[in-house]
């Protein structure tokens, strides 16, 4: 009897102690790292300069982890690339790449700093976690040794990974994760041979880790939510915006939307390169976001989430589209080209209207009332159903109204920052044949719309009052993953010719 009640005191103290340790909020922190670049060369340098350098760049992230911690942030995430850059073949990265442990190794390098070898960035990156009680997330590059008894080993003999790392408050390693979306010309790294499903659990909720290009596809950015029940997506990226419906903040606080989840974004700062644009979202609404292509200076963002947020209530994306007939019209479609894709669009004529356009499966239906229709302004509603094959592949289903660049037709698609009109409000809706949805809002001068809008269960997105700036886009992202294709030749010489074109610009 005395036995039994020791055993009930015990599970209740237990309880009670996991149940004390628990949050049911926390402070996230994104830093946006306006990076400094080593000069480029295709030999490497001595490991004492990359570490030089690297060193440079974790004064600049110590900074923003100190400033976060003082402020109360449990968890601050840095870029992709942010203590090297990205101007690196396979030999030239090799200098600023260390051996990175599995977690499970139980390792915390500020205390133990030899125990794998010689890994000053990891020991810093520790000790900055440990110092500040925080958890800490970065971006480095691992090497793996492997021979020819491996018959996919590299010929230099050694694997190269676009890894992240996360560091908790007390320094300890507890996740790591190489890239397995790699974009292109990231030749100086390998992909992983399976796609690796890390996440990591903590006082203030379970969290999961991908980076950058992973986010269009499906492993492991959707297995994350889908199968594993993550409640926060820690993102590291180094994002070129790509207008009108790929820039950073429009497309990742749509991504935590759709997927709702929370959503830690942190860029690179490199306006030149279009690179800026990170956020904290959940999956109501943007918490903070930032975009500045006018300074070279980074920016900390700080704001308080939920550590299990709210799931919102299930959509089906072709419920009200697939129920209506086709709004009636008079105006005659015509093509335009998105990002190398042809949609196919419809002027909106009037100051209020209701339109619907189709392309193959899909057809958009839009209902919208503007301010005033300006003659110096040109919108159309947009529709597009198939693969997109420039800069990867993969198969998209789009309904977007968006302003066109000028008033002549054929820029409809084109990319555009600024606009003039107002609407009073629009509900945009389509017959998608994927569940996987993302809603975007972005208005003039690149500003997100928080808590203007909101999707219905039956699939419309809806304005909840005027939008507080004239209108970029408002866009249904769809990605049907069961009809991606691995890219061919000339998708592969596109894609190519334009990296190159952007690499000539810079």
């Not at 691992?142 to 080993?153: E, F, H, I, V």
């Not at 390693?173 to 010309?185: D, I, S, T």
């Not at 990591?200 to 986010?215: E, K, L, Q, S, V």
């Not at 589209?321 to 998105?338: D, H, L, M």
């Amino acid at each position: 009897m005395i036995f039994s009640q020791l055993l009930a005191c015990v599970a209740i103290s237990v309880f009670c102690v996991l149940k004390a340790s628990s949050l049911d909020t926390f402070i996230a922190a994104v830093y946006e790292h306006a990076v400094i670049l080593p000069n480029v060369t295709l030999t490497p340098v001595p490991r004492e300069m990359a570490l030089g350098l690297m060193s440079r760049n974790l004064d600049l992230l110590e900074g923003a982890i100190t400033s976060a911690a003082k402020q109360g942030a449990h968890i601050i995430v840095t870029p992709e690339d942010g203590l090297y850059g990205w101007n690196f073949n396979r030999e030239s990265i090799y200098p600023y790449l260390e051996d990175i442990p599995d977690p499970q190794v139980n390792w915390i390098p500020c205390n133990h700093p030899n125990r794998f070898g010689h890994t000053p960035v990891q020991e810093r990156l520790s000790c900055l976690a440990k110092e500040n009680s925080i958890y800490v997330v970065a971006n480095i590059g691992d090497k793996k040794l492997c021979n020819a008894s491996d018959p996919q080993c590299p010929s230099d003999g050694r694997y190269q990974y676009n890894t992240d790392v996360v560091f908790d408050s007390q320094g300890k390693l507890v996740a790591r994760y190489h890239k397995q979306n790699l974009f292109l010309g990231e030749d100086q790294f390998n992909a992983p041979k399976e796609p690796e499903v890390v996440t990591f659990d903590t006082a203030f909720g379970r969290f999961g880790i991908f980076t950058c290009f992973d986010i269009l596809f499906h492993d492991p950015a959707v297995t994350l939510v889908k199968d594993f029940h993550v409640d926060t997506i820690l993102f590291p990226t180094a994002w070129m915006n790509v207008l009108p419906h790929l820039s950073a903040i429009e497309f990742h606080s749509a991504w935590a939307m759709g997927m709702k989840v929370n959503f830690l974004a942190s860029n690179i700062h490199h306006p030149s390169k279009k690179m800026t644009g990170s956020g904290i979202y959940a999956p109501d609404s943007p918490r903070a976001f930032h975009y500045d292509m006018k300074t070279e200076k980074g920016k900390l963002l700080l704001s308080q989430l939920d550590s299990h947020p709210k799931r919102p209530v299930v959509v089906n994306w072709t419920s009200y589209a697939s129920g209506i007939e086709a709004f009636p019209t008079s105006n005659k479609a015509f093509k335009g080209t998105v990002f190398f894709d042809e949609y196919t669009f419809l002027e909106l004529r009037g100051v209020t209207g209701n339109y619907t356009v189709c392309q193959k499966e899909l057809c958009c239906h839009l209902s919208y009332k503007m301010s005033e229709k300006r003659t110096d302004e040109v919108y159309a509603l947009g529709a597009f159903d198939g693969l997109h094959t420039v800069e990867g592949s993969y198969h998209l289903q789009i309904c977007t109204l968006l302003k066109c660049k000028t008033t002549s037709l054929h820029t409809c698609g084109h990319s555009v920052e600024t606009a003039s009109t107002r609407f009073e409000m629009f509900s945009l809706s389509g017959t998608f044949g994927t569940q996987y949805v993302f809603p975007e809002v972005l208005l003039s001068e690149i500003q997100l719309a928080p808590g203007e809008f909101q999707v219905l269960s039956d699939g419309r997105l809806l304005s909840l009052k005027p939008p507080s700036g004239p209108v970029l886009t408002v866009t249904l992202f769809g990605r049907v993953y069961e009809k991606d294709h691995t890219s061919n030749a000339s998708s592969d010489f596109m894609a190519y010719t334009l990296t190159q074109h952007r690499k000539n610009a810079i």
